[in-house]
Every structure is written in structure tokens, then in C-alpha cells.
């Protein structure tokens, strides 16, 4: 079965300071795809970047960044220049390909990130 | 704008009782999902639905149940068989074809309290 893991549920970082939230995952499928989502205070889930399996650079977007090390199965996301706004809690999910022809994820548990001032 | 949009934001259930949770999409999306969240915990998966009149038991459906009359709508109810229904829930949808690396869309949520 495929698996996500978290294994930080809460993280400090200094304001405009850059962290790392750390994901692994276990998965038998050759082609898999991995996000990462942002969930404020407020509930709704944000998308934050992708990485697929196959995708021979590490994805980025904006001050986002994906540390993807395909053999050691993990996944981390890095945030540069931390914002107060950044503070909010973090999930890492995998598309779950067992379902067959579905899109629907496998969460982990989160890790909640506060940025001080 | 194109979005998902849940309603209502807040309910609160009597033991015994039925409830509806609203979910509505105007990105046309083939597919459309439930997921449940624990204070603290990840999302488990409730149901989906690939196309109109079909849908699946995701991790933990005992206790609910979906339908998927149209395309943009994909109402849960939550029946007085859930024992512990109280939590938060995520309607989610995406435009389902598994090549595709697609990002699911998720709506603001509703918080369900059992009173």
C-alpha cells in the first residue's frame, strides 16, 4: 500500500530565514506524482507545487522548491525567504494510483509550520 | 471565477439526524471528492466520483453516502449510522485523468458538530 510520511508535526522558522518540511513516501508504482498543500487557519487547501516521478529536475515555484530524492523515497518542500503568511499547517500527498484511473490522494499527517516575526 | 464552492460553512447535527453537506463546481471537472479531517490528522478519503452517476467508496464510508445527478454537484450526506461524525470536510475535484499531473481543487470546507 502507498504511504505518506510526516515526520515534524510542528516547525519554527525566523521570518525571511528558508526550512525544510520534511516528506517520504512508499510506493511500488514506477510513475507517481507528489504535492505538497498549504491548509491556513481558514481550512481550504492550497496547491502548492507537484513533482511527477519521472521528472528529471526538482520543481519550483516561486519560493517554493521540491528536494525530490527519488531513491531514498523522499520529497521535502523548501520555503525561501519565510513569510508571516507562510505560517499554516503542510501536507504532503501522493496520487493514489492502486485505485486505478482515479486522481485522489494519500495525505500525511501535516506538520505545522509558525513563522515568528 | 472558477471555483468549489461548499455549503454551509458551519452545521450542527442532532444525534440521530441526517445531514447534507453542498458541493458545487464550476471548473468542469470529471471528478469529484470527499475527504474527511481530524483535528490535527491528514485527509481520508470518503467517496469519488469519476463521472456523472457513478461513484466509489474511498477509506471510510460507513455511515455516508453520495450522489452525482450533474457534473458540478456532489452533495454528502451524513447519516445517523456515522458515530462520530463531528470533523471537518473537504470537497475536492480535478479533472481526473490519471497521466495527467493535475492538481485536485479544494473548497473552502464545511465543520460539522454533532450537538
Known amino acids: 500500500a502507498q504511504k505518506i510520511t510526516q515526520t515534524q508535526p510542528g516547525m519554527f522558522v525566523q521570518e525571511k530565514e528558508a526550512v525544510t518540511l520534511d516528506c517520504t513516501y512508499d510506493?511500488?508504482?514506477?510513475?507517481?506524482?507528489l504535492f505538497w498543500y498549504k491548509q491556513p487557519s481558514s481550512g481550504e487547501m492550497i496547491f502548492l507545487i507537484y513533482?511527477?516521478?519521472?521528472?528529471?529536475q526538482n520543481a519550483t515555484e516561486g519560493r517554493y522548491s521540491l528536494n525530490f530524492q527519488k531513491a531514498r523515497k523522499s520529497a521535502n518542500l523548501v520555503i525561501s525567504a519565510s513569510q508571516l503568511g507562510d505560517s499554516a499547517m503542510y501536507f504532503c500527498?501522493?496520487?493514489?494510483?492502486?485505485?486505478?484511473?482515479?486522481?485522489?490522494?494519500?495525505f500525511g499527517q501535516g506538520t505545522t509550520l509558525q513563522v515568528k516575526p | 471565477d472558477g471555483g468549489i464552492t461548499q455549503s454551509p460553512k458551519y452545521l450542527f447535527r442532532k444525534e440521530g439526524q441526517n445531514v447534507t453537506l453542498s458541493c458545487e463546481q464550476n471548473?468542469?471537472?470529471?471528478?469529484m471528492y470527499w475527504y474527511r479531517q481530524d483535528p490535527g490528522q491528514g485527509l481520508r478519503l470518503i467517496y469519488y466520483?469519476?463521472?456523472?452517476?457513478?461513484?466509489q467508496k474511498g477509506d471510510i464510508a460507513e455511515g455516508y453516502s453520495v450522489s452525482r445527478e450533474k457534473k458540478e454537484s456532489f452533495p454528502l450526506t451524513v447519516t445517523s449510522a456515522q458515530k462520530n461524525p463531528t470533523a471537518f470536510y473537504l470537497c475536492?475535484?480535478?479533472?481526473?485523468?490519471?497521466?495527467?499531473?493535475?492538481?485536485?481543487?479544494f473548497g473552502q470546507g464545511t465543520r460539522l458538530t454533532v450537538v
Open positions: 475536492a475535484s480535478s479533472i481526473g485523468d490519471r497521466e495527467a499531473p493535475t492538481e485536485a481543487f
Open positions: 471548473l468542469n471537472h470529471d471528478a
Open positions: 510506493t511500488s508504482d514506477q510513475s507517481y506524482g
Open positions: 500527498a501522493m496520487r493514489d494510483r492502486e485505485a486505478g484511473n482515479t486522481g485522489k490522494l494519500i
Open positions: 513533482q511527477g516521478s519521472y521528472d528529471e
Open positions: 466520483s469519476q463521472i456523472v452517476n457513478d461513484f
